[in-house]
Protein backbone atom coordinates (compact mmCIF):
# COMPACT_ATOMS: atom_id res chain seq x y z
CA UNK A 1 0.00 0.00 0.00
CA UNK A 2 1.83 3.80 -0.42
CA UNK A 3 0.61 7.02 -0.31
CA UNK A 4 -1.63 9.18 2.31
CA UNK A 5 -3.68 6.62 3.99
CA UNK A 6 -6.48 7.96 6.18
CA UNK A 7 -8.83 7.01 8.36
CA UNK A 8 -8.35 5.41 12.35
CA UNK A 9 -5.89 2.76 12.91
CA UNK A 10 -6.24 -0.39 13.72
CA UNK A 11 -6.55 -2.00 17.34
CA UNK A 12 -3.27 -1.11 18.53
CA UNK A 13 -3.40 2.24 19.26
CA UNK A 14 -2.32 5.38 17.31
CA UNK A 15 -3.59 8.43 15.71
CA UNK A 16 -7.24 8.49 15.44
CA UNK A 17 -8.77 10.03 12.48
CA UNK A 18 -6.10 11.70 11.42
CA UNK A 19 -3.95 11.21 7.98
CA UNK A 20 -0.37 9.57 8.20
CA UNK A 21 2.16 8.56 5.18
CA UNK A 22 3.13 5.26 4.90
CA UNK A 23 7.31 4.55 4.46
CA UNK A 24 7.34 2.19 2.19
CA UNK A 25 9.72 3.29 -0.33
CA UNK A 26 12.86 0.75 -1.23
CA UNK A 27 16.48 2.13 -0.88
CA UNK A 28 15.41 5.96 -0.79
CA UNK A 29 18.64 8.28 -0.80
CA UNK A 30 19.40 9.82 2.25
CA UNK A 31 18.66 13.21 3.05
CA UNK A 32 19.31 15.30 6.11
CA UNK A 33 18.07 19.02 6.48
CA UNK A 34 19.91 21.75 6.11
CA UNK A 35 19.34 23.27 9.85
CA UNK A 36 20.80 20.70 11.75
CA UNK A 37 23.83 20.19 9.34
CA UNK A 38 24.85 23.73 10.40
CA UNK A 39 23.96 23.99 13.53
CA UNK A 40 24.98 21.92 16.66
CA UNK A 41 21.84 20.69 17.73
CA UNK A 42 22.52 17.04 19.02
CA UNK A 43 24.99 15.46 21.39
CA UNK A 44 28.05 13.93 20.44
CA UNK A 45 28.17 12.09 23.91
CA UNK A 46 28.07 7.81 24.30
CA UNK A 47 26.68 8.13 27.39
CA UNK A 48 23.24 10.15 28.96
CA UNK A 49 24.34 13.98 28.20
CA UNK A 50 22.09 15.94 30.69
CA UNK A 51 23.70 19.27 29.75
CA UNK A 52 21.96 22.96 28.63
CA UNK A 53 23.39 23.39 25.09
CA UNK A 54 23.13 27.39 24.40
CA UNK A 55 24.61 28.31 21.05
CA UNK A 56 24.75 31.21 18.75
CA UNK A 57 26.66 31.96 15.52
CA UNK A 58 25.86 34.71 13.00
CA UNK A 59 22.39 35.67 14.37
CA UNK A 60 21.25 31.92 14.87
CA UNK A 61 20.73 31.04 18.76
CA UNK A 62 19.92 27.45 20.11
CA UNK A 63 18.94 26.46 23.55
CA UNK A 64 18.83 22.08 23.85
CA UNK A 65 17.47 21.25 26.98
CA UNK A 66 17.65 17.55 27.47
CA UNK A 67 14.89 15.59 28.92
CA UNK A 68 15.68 13.04 31.95
CA UNK A 69 16.52 10.64 29.64
CA UNK A 70 19.62 12.78 28.47
CA UNK A 71 20.13 15.48 25.24
CA UNK A 72 19.02 13.04 21.83
CA UNK A 73 22.39 12.42 20.55
CA UNK A 74 23.89 12.12 16.32
CA UNK A 75 23.17 8.65 16.38
CA UNK A 76 19.05 9.29 17.10
CA UNK A 77 19.32 11.67 14.22
CA UNK A 78 19.22 8.69 12.22
CA UNK A 79 15.71 8.50 12.71
CA UNK A 80 15.11 11.90 11.56
CA UNK A 81 17.19 11.01 8.20
CA UNK A 82 15.23 8.00 7.46
CA UNK A 83 11.81 9.73 8.05
CA UNK A 84 13.29 12.79 5.56
CA UNK A 85 14.55 10.36 3.17
CA UNK A 86 11.31 8.93 2.73
CA UNK A 87 9.31 11.88 2.54
CA UNK A 88 11.55 13.29 -0.04
CA UNK A 89 11.72 10.62 -2.39
CA UNK A 90 7.23 10.63 -2.03
CA UNK A 91 7.43 14.29 -2.68
CA UNK A 92 9.65 13.99 -5.92
CA UNK A 93 7.66 11.34 -7.16
CA UNK A 94 4.58 13.50 -6.69
CA UNK A 95 2.96 11.50 -3.94
CA UNK A 96 0.99 13.13 -0.96
CA UNK A 97 3.09 13.08 2.96
CA UNK A 98 1.93 14.11 6.04
CA UNK A 99 4.09 15.06 9.06
CA UNK A 100 2.60 11.84 10.80
CA UNK A 101 4.69 8.48 9.02
CA UNK A 102 3.97 4.61 10.05
CA UNK A 103 7.24 2.79 9.36
CA UNK A 104 8.78 -0.48 10.32
CA UNK A 105 11.52 -0.45 12.94
CA UNK A 106 13.26 -3.17 11.16
CA UNK A 107 13.43 -0.82 7.92
CA UNK A 108 14.44 1.80 9.61
CA UNK A 109 17.53 -0.21 11.33
CA UNK A 110 18.53 -1.98 8.09
CA UNK A 111 18.93 1.26 6.15
CA UNK A 112 20.55 2.88 8.84
CA UNK A 113 23.31 -0.09 8.84
CA UNK A 114 21.84 -0.95 12.04
CA UNK A 115 21.90 -4.80 13.48
CA UNK A 116 18.80 -5.99 14.14
CA UNK A 117 19.09 -7.66 17.62
CA UNK A 118 16.56 -7.69 20.47
CA UNK A 119 18.94 -4.91 21.80
CA UNK A 120 19.08 -2.79 18.70
CA UNK A 121 15.52 -2.78 19.02
CA UNK A 122 15.98 -1.45 22.84
CA UNK A 123 18.62 1.19 21.70
CA UNK A 124 15.91 2.49 19.18
CA UNK A 125 13.32 2.83 21.48
CA UNK A 126 15.45 4.96 23.56
CA UNK A 127 16.15 6.94 20.34
CA UNK A 128 12.61 7.64 20.21
CA UNK A 129 12.48 8.93 23.75
CA UNK A 130 15.71 11.40 23.54
CA UNK A 131 14.49 12.79 20.61
CA UNK A 132 11.00 13.72 22.11
CA UNK A 133 12.39 14.46 25.20
CA UNK A 134 15.20 16.83 23.93
CA UNK A 135 13.51 20.78 23.83
CA UNK A 136 14.92 23.29 21.37
CA UNK A 137 14.53 26.99 21.63
CA UNK A 138 15.73 28.52 18.50
CA UNK A 139 15.31 31.64 15.64
CA UNK A 140 16.39 29.30 13.23
CA UNK A 141 15.29 29.73 9.63
CA UNK A 142 13.20 26.48 8.04
CA UNK A 143 11.00 26.82 4.68
CA UNK A 144 12.08 30.40 4.28
CA UNK A 145 10.43 31.24 7.87
CA UNK A 146 12.18 32.82 10.81
CA UNK A 147 10.22 31.90 13.88
CA UNK A 148 11.66 32.02 17.44
CA UNK A 149 9.76 28.74 19.26
CA UNK A 150 10.42 25.89 21.27
CA UNK A 151 9.95 22.52 20.54
CA UNK A 152 10.69 18.37 20.21
CA UNK A 153 12.67 17.25 17.42
CA UNK A 154 9.97 14.39 17.35
CA UNK A 155 6.48 15.68 18.47
CA UNK A 156 5.37 12.17 19.29
CA UNK A 157 5.62 8.46 18.66
CA UNK A 158 3.82 5.00 19.17
CA UNK A 159 4.56 1.79 19.25
CA UNK A 160 1.32 0.39 17.06
CA UNK A 161 2.49 -3.54 16.77
CA UNK A 162 4.56 -5.38 18.89
CA UNK A 163 6.27 -9.13 18.11
CA UNK A 164 5.29 -11.66 20.34
CA UNK A 165 8.13 -11.11 22.16
CA UNK A 166 7.64 -7.26 23.12
CA UNK A 167 9.94 -6.14 20.09
CA UNK A 168 8.28 -3.21 18.71
CA UNK A 169 7.67 -3.89 14.57
CA UNK A 170 5.53 -0.96 13.58
CA UNK A 171 5.62 2.83 14.70
CA UNK A 172 3.99 6.18 14.36
CA UNK A 173 5.87 9.44 14.29
CA UNK A 174 5.10 12.86 14.23
CA UNK A 175 7.66 15.42 12.93
CA UNK A 176 7.71 18.40 14.45
CA UNK A 177 6.43 21.12 12.48
CA UNK A 178 10.12 22.88 11.92
CA UNK A 179 11.29 19.73 10.42
CA UNK A 180 8.54 19.14 8.50
CA UNK A 181 8.59 22.69 7.08
CA UNK A 182 12.35 21.83 5.71
CA UNK A 183 10.81 18.74 3.54
CA UNK A 184 8.33 20.79 2.45
CA UNK A 185 10.64 23.43 1.57
CA UNK A 186 13.64 21.04 0.01
CA UNK A 187 15.77 22.38 2.39
CA UNK A 188 17.82 19.18 2.84
CA UNK A 189 20.95 17.66 1.30
CA UNK A 190 22.02 14.25 0.29
CA UNK A 191 23.84 12.20 2.83
CA UNK A 192 26.72 9.53 1.31
CA UNK A 193 24.78 6.15 2.22
CA UNK A 194 28.47 5.40 3.92
CA UNK A 195 27.56 8.02 6.73
CA UNK A 196 25.86 5.47 8.28
CA UNK A 197 29.18 3.56 8.28
CA UNK A 198 30.93 6.48 10.67
CA UNK A 199 30.48 5.25 14.25
CA UNK A 200 32.37 7.86 16.03
CA UNK A 201 30.00 10.84 16.32
CA UNK A 202 32.48 13.38 15.80
CA UNK A 203 33.07 11.97 12.63
CA UNK A 204 29.46 12.30 11.76
CA UNK A 205 29.04 15.72 12.45
CA UNK A 206 32.18 16.71 10.60
CA UNK A 207 30.98 15.16 7.92
CA UNK A 208 28.11 16.76 8.28
CA UNK A 209 29.68 20.44 8.37
CA UNK A 210 31.79 18.92 5.29
CA UNK A 211 29.07 17.87 2.97
CA UNK A 212 26.79 21.57 4.21
CA UNK A 213 29.81 23.89 3.65
CA UNK A 214 31.83 22.41 0.69
CA UNK A 215 29.07 20.93 -1.65
CA UNK A 216 30.28 20.66 -4.66
CA UNK A 217 33.19 22.55 -4.41
CA UNK A 218 36.51 21.63 -4.70
CA UNK A 219 37.65 22.83 -1.01
CA UNK A 220 36.32 24.59 1.95
CA UNK A 221 38.54 25.38 5.13
CA UNK A 222 37.76 26.07 8.65
CA UNK A 223 39.52 27.86 11.73
CA UNK A 224 40.03 25.00 14.41
CA UNK A 225 38.56 27.26 16.68
CA UNK A 226 34.83 27.44 14.51
CA UNK A 227 35.08 23.66 13.75
CA UNK A 228 34.97 23.18 17.96
CA UNK A 229 32.46 25.96 18.20
CA UNK A 230 30.02 24.81 15.03
CA UNK A 231 30.80 20.67 16.00
CA UNK A 232 28.94 21.27 19.13
CA UNK A 233 31.59 19.24 20.80
CA UNK A 234 32.70 19.97 24.64
CA UNK A 235 36.29 18.51 24.59
CA UNK A 236 38.71 21.35 25.24
CA UNK A 237 40.18 22.93 21.39
CA UNK A 238 43.70 21.08 22.03
CA UNK A 239 41.97 17.32 22.46
CA UNK A 240 39.49 17.96 19.69
CA UNK A 241 42.29 19.03 17.86
CA UNK A 242 44.17 15.56 18.12
CA UNK A 243 40.95 14.23 17.27
CA UNK A 244 40.84 16.04 13.57
CA UNK A 245 44.76 14.78 13.40
CA UNK A 246 43.52 11.28 13.77
CA UNK A 247 40.54 11.76 12.03
CA UNK A 248 43.24 13.43 8.82
CA UNK A 249 45.67 10.39 9.49
CA UNK A 250 42.83 7.75 8.70
CA UNK A 251 40.64 9.87 6.47
CA UNK A 252 37.39 8.36 7.69
CA UNK A 253 34.86 10.66 5.89
CA UNK A 254 33.17 9.12 2.73
CA UNK A 255 33.48 11.78 -0.39
CA UNK A 256 35.76 14.47 1.47
CA UNK A 257 39.38 14.54 2.47
CA UNK A 258 40.92 16.30 5.48
CA UNK A 259 44.31 18.25 5.77
CA UNK A 260 45.65 20.47 8.63
CA UNK A 261 47.11 24.00 7.21
CA UNK A 262 49.47 26.59 8.78
CA UNK A 263 47.05 29.08 10.94
CA UNK A 264 45.20 26.34 12.76
CA UNK A 265 43.07 25.70 9.73
CA UNK A 266 41.40 22.32 8.48
CA UNK A 267 40.77 21.95 4.72
CA UNK A 268 38.06 19.58 3.27
CA UNK A 269 38.39 19.25 -0.35
CA UNK A 270 36.50 16.55 -2.68
CA UNK A 271 38.22 12.89 -3.22
CA UNK A 272 37.12 12.64 -6.67
CA UNK A 273 36.87 15.66 -8.38
CA UNK A 274 34.12 17.48 -9.31
CA UNK A 275 32.83 17.73 -12.45
CA UNK A 276 33.58 20.34 -15.26
CA UNK A 277 31.17 21.40 -17.89
CA UNK A 278 32.43 19.41 -20.81
CA UNK A 279 31.40 16.30 -17.93
CA UNK A 280 27.59 16.74 -17.11
CA UNK A 281 25.89 13.78 -16.09
CA UNK A 282 23.79 12.24 -18.63
CA UNK A 283 19.78 13.06 -18.78
CA UNK A 284 17.89 10.48 -18.56
CA UNK A 285 14.49 10.13 -19.80
CA UNK A 286 11.01 9.91 -17.83
CA UNK A 287 9.99 6.38 -19.35
CA UNK A 288 13.46 5.42 -18.52
CA UNK A 289 13.34 5.85 -14.81
CA UNK A 290 9.74 4.33 -15.31
CA UNK A 291 11.28 1.12 -16.49
CA UNK A 292 13.51 0.77 -14.05
CA UNK A 293 10.39 1.71 -11.23
CA UNK A 294 9.41 -1.28 -13.09
CA UNK A 295 12.78 -3.86 -13.29
CA UNK A 296 13.08 -3.29 -9.19
CA UNK A 297 9.50 -2.53 -7.99
CA UNK A 298 9.03 -1.11 -4.98
CA UNK A 299 12.77 0.96 -5.32
CA UNK A 300 13.83 4.49 -5.18
CA UNK A 301 14.57 5.55 -8.74
CA UNK A 302 16.13 8.03 -7.60
CA UNK A 303 18.28 6.74 -5.63
CA UNK A 304 19.28 4.16 -8.44
CA UNK A 305 20.13 6.97 -10.51
CA UNK A 306 22.08 8.87 -8.43
CA UNK A 307 24.04 5.53 -7.46
CA UNK A 308 24.66 4.77 -11.61
CA UNK A 309 25.93 8.53 -12.10
CA UNK A 310 28.06 7.65 -8.58
CA UNK A 311 29.60 4.73 -10.69
CA UNK A 312 29.42 6.93 -14.11
CA UNK A 313 31.61 9.46 -12.04
CA UNK A 314 34.46 7.15 -10.43
CA UNK A 315 34.73 4.90 -14.01
CA UNK A 316 35.68 8.54 -15.68
CA UNK A 317 32.48 10.00 -16.71
CA UNK A 318 33.13 8.64 -19.76
CA UNK A 319 30.92 9.64 -23.15
CA UNK A 320 27.75 7.60 -23.26
CA UNK A 321 26.20 7.49 -26.99
CA UNK A 322 22.61 6.07 -25.40
CA UNK A 323 23.12 6.59 -21.80
CA UNK A 324 19.39 5.53 -20.94
CA UNK A 325 20.32 1.88 -22.43
CA UNK A 326 23.28 1.84 -20.61
CA UNK A 327 21.34 2.56 -17.37
CA UNK A 328 18.77 0.22 -17.75
CA UNK A 329 21.54 -2.29 -18.56
CA UNK A 330 23.30 -1.55 -15.45
CA UNK A 331 19.69 -1.91 -13.58
CA UNK A 332 18.99 -5.52 -14.78
CA UNK A 333 22.61 -6.69 -13.64
CA UNK A 334 21.86 -4.77 -10.15
CA UNK A 335 18.50 -6.55 -10.01
CA UNK A 336 20.06 -9.99 -10.95
CA UNK A 337 22.50 -9.37 -7.59
Given amino acids: MAGQISGQMTAGGGAQGGDFFLCDIFDAIPKNDLASMEHPLFSLGTRPDRRILNYEHNGAEITVVP ?61 FERLAGTRITTNIVTGGQEVTSGFGLIESWEIVRKARGGRMVNVVVTLSEWIYRAVLSKSVLTLSRDYFRLRKPLERRIYELARKHCGRQDSWQISVEVLLKKSGSASPRRVFRKMLRDMIAAQPLPDYAMEELPGDLIRFSQKHAVLDNSQRPPVLSARTLEQARSLIPGVDVYALEADWRTMWVRSGAPRLRRPDAAFLGWVRKRAAE
Avoid at 77 to 82: E, G, H, V
Avoid at 91 to 112: K, P
Fill in 67 to 127: SVKGLATIHDKDILIFCISQLMAAVNAGRQVSRTLHLTAHDLLVATNRETSGDAYRRLREA
